[in-house]
T-cell receptor, first 112, second 114 residues
Framework: SQQGEEDPQALSIQEGENATMNCSYK?????LQWYRQNSGRGLVHLIL?????REKHSGRLRVTLDTSKKSSSLLITASRAADTASYFC????????????FGKGTKLTVNP | DAGITQSPRHKVTETGTPVTLRCHQT?????MYWYRQDPGHGLRLIHY???????DKGEVSDGYSVSRSKTEDFLLTLESATSSQTSVYFC?????????????FGPGTRLLVL
């Protein structure tokens, strides 16, 4: 069964705007990861945040993690048309990090 | 890009025929995974391997078998393909024991079972 659930399922914004995607999960985790998938391609890792971290930045990406609410958010600032893709959160299980459970993804469209 | 290739990239087959998909890596990662991706379901783990000849089931393993005789190759076999196995199949690798839990994905195989 799905561990992570992204929200919203789809998001359409204009270039230059910020995009926020949320992920909720059910059980305790060691870490949470975000991946990106361009249409017809494999997933690409974006960022990993550990359970003892609250916020992490990578370029235009900002990820937050609230373990008390079992939720995470991915913020993409100053979006570009090239950011158009599907974004997935993935969580491991606290007993081990070798297996990930992926959510169903948020499809982001950035209009030029 | 991580050195992961999948073959074939596209396949059309008929119900009841056996199908084998191959994943090949050049990264010497211990863990290899097979996922399927379907609309409305995201990625679901089929089987994974944590070493040569060491494999375990994932969430949706029924109808699939795997084998890993070499570190670099992980094979996924559909013994008797069914239409419900029409999907996009992704292979991934990782080396979580080194503190790097990131998974690296191959380009995918589109399988159509008629």
């Amino acid at each position: 069964s799905q561990q992570g659930e992204e929200d919203p399922q789809a998001l359409s914004i204009q270039e230059g705007e910020n995009a926020t995607m949320n992920c909720s999960y059910k059980t305790s985790i060691n870490n949470l990861q975000w991946y990106r998938q361009n249409s017809g391609r494999g997933l690409v890792h974006l960022i990993l945040i550990r359970s003892n971290e609250r916020e992490k930045h990578s370029g235009r990406l900002r990820v937050t993690l609230d373990t008390s609410k079992k939720s995470s958010s991915l913020l993409i600032t100053a979006s570009r048309a090239a950011d158009t893709a599907s974004y997935f959160c993935a969580t491991d299980m606290q007993g081990g990090s070798e297996k990930l459970v992926f959510g169903k993804g948020t499809k982001l469209t950035v209009n030029p | 890009d991580a050195g992961i290739t999948q073959s074939p990239r596209h396949k059309v087959t008929e119900t009841g025929t056996p199908v084998t998909l191959r994943c090949h890596q050049t990264e010497n990662h211990r863990y290899m995974y097979w996922y399927r991706q379907d609309p409305g379901h995201g990625l679901r783990l089929i089987h994974y391997s944590y070493g040569v000849k060491d494999t375990d089931k994932g969430e949706v393993s029924d109808g699939y078998s795997v084998s890993r005789s070499k570190t670099e190759d992980f094979l996924l076999t559909l013994e008797s393909a069914t239409s419900s196995q029409t999907s996009v199949y992704f292979c991934a690798i990782s080396e979580p024991s080194s503190g790097r839990e990131t998974q690296y994905f191959g380009p995918g195989t589109r399988l159509l079972v008629l």
